[in-house]
């Protein structure tokens, strides 16, 4: 079975929010990035601001997240 994903985009420069893929800590939905590079200059940018976070495709519905670099695998 396939899942479908819902996402509603934005104007450029807005974080766009999963509609499928939330948090496990909070329970938030997920920032939405449709490129690899889109998630690293966010995450290059947080880092500034001393939160240390990596990229990743979600196998759920294939675009990237970030997530903390202290539960990477």
């Not at 819902?6 to 420069?13: E, I, L, Q």
């Not at 939405?32 to 519905?61: F, I, K, P, W």
Request: hydrophobic content about 35%.
């Amino acid at each position: 079975m396939t899942e479908w994903a819902v996402y509603f985009y934005y104007p450029k420069g807005t974080i766009m929010k999963s509609t499928t893929c939330f948090s496990r800590a909070t329970g938030n939905p997920l920032s939405v990035y449709t490129t690899e590079a889109e998630a690293q200059q966010s995450a290059d940018y947080q880092l500034r601001n001393g939160m240390s976070l990596y990229a990743y495709r979600c196998d759920r519905c294939g675009l990237w997240h970030l997530a903390p670099t202290a539960s990477r695998i």
